[in-house]
Structure formats: structure tokens, C-alpha cells
């Protein structure tokens, strides 16, 4: 009989998070958490979790449909991938507005800011990483 070794447990490759950035007129979109305890009150990007399978382009579109009611489009990468607790990437992406107002759907508010408002403002600490590359894009 020969020896039978464990199979080691499947391993689910680490989640990605997709957070959006829109800008307009020399502002970005902030959207501010109502859950999970922790978080609750701070400032993040719009988005969440990519589903299995999906398009990142998707699951931003997705995403920011569920939570502003808009639509989007684009995705290009902005700043450096953020390794989240518990194994998951955040990952920040720049994307166009192309119809609808943004709604908090989600979220308790939102806010458009300007650079100093970005830096002041109580930002989620993961998306402090992206600081420099969305300030870049506002007016002071
Ligand atoms: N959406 C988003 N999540 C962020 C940001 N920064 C950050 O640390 N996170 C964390 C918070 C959560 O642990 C995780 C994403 O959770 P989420 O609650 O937005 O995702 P989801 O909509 O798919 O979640 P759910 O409804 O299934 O709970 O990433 C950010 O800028 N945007």
C-alpha cells in the first residue's frame, strides 16, 4: 500500500477590491462608510469587491451602479496596489462619469473635494497610499 499524503487545502487566490476615482471640475467623489463599525464615518473611493470571473472595467461599473446610481466607464490604474487584512489587494482606478447624478445608495454621504480637502478630510487608512497620485488631479 503506498503512503497517501494530504492534499494541501485549496487556496483561494487573494480577493481584489476595486475603489473608483471620478473626477470633475478639479474634485474627486468621496463617498463616506457606514459599516463596518470600524470604518463607519471615514472617507473611501466607491467600489468593493470583484466577483469571480469578472472584468475589473465590470465590477467598477457594477460597483458604482449599486452604490451612486451612475454609470461609468474606464479603469485605468492609479497609485500603488494596497495589501488589505485578510489577504485582499485594493486597488484604485480612474474612471469617467457618462450618465446619472452620484446618489448615497450605500454610503451616509458624499462630497466632491479639492486637494486641501483630501488631506484634511478622515480618508479609510488604505487610501491614504494613494494621496500624491489623486492630488495630481485636483485644484488646491
Ligand atoms: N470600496 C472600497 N473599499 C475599501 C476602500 N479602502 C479600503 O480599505 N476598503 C476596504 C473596506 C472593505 O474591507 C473592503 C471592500 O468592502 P466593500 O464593503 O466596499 O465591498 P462590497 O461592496 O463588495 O462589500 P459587501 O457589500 O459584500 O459587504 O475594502 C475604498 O477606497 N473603497
Known amino acids: 500500500m503506498t503512503a497517501t499524503t494530504p492534499e494541501p487545502p485549496i487556496r483561494q487566490p487573494a480577493g481584489h477590491v476595486v475603489a473608483g476615482a471620478v473626477f ?3 474634485r474627486l467623489l468621496l463617498a463616506q462608510r457606514n459599516r463596518p463599525p470600524e470604518l463607519a464615518g471615514q472617507w473611501e473611493l466607491p467600489g468593493g469587491k470583484v466577483e469571480p470571473g469578472e472584468e475589473i472595467e465590470a465590477a467598477l461599473r457594477r460597483e ?3 452604490e451612486l ?3 461609468v466607464r474606464g479603469g485605468e490604474r492609479l497609485g500603488v496596489a494596497v495589501p488589505l ?3 485582499r489587494v485594493l486597488c484604485a482606478y480612474r474612471v469617467e462619469l457618462v450618465a446619472g447624478v ?3 445608495l450605500d ?3 458624499l ?3 479639492d486637494a486641501d480637502e483630501l488631506e484634511t478630510i478622515d480618508l479609510v487608512a488604505a487610501d491614504r497610499a494613494w ?10
Open 24 to 26: 470633475r471640475d478639479g
Open 64 to 66: 458604482l451602479r449599486e
Open 69 to 71: 446610481g451612475v454609470e
Open 85 to 87: 487584512p485578510g489577504g
Open 102 to 104: 452620484p446618489k448615497p
Open 107 to 109: 454610503h451616509s454621504a
Open 111 to 113: 462630497r466632491w473635494v
Open 131 to 140: 494621496l500624491t497620485d489623486l492630488q495630481e488631479h485636483l485644484d488646491r
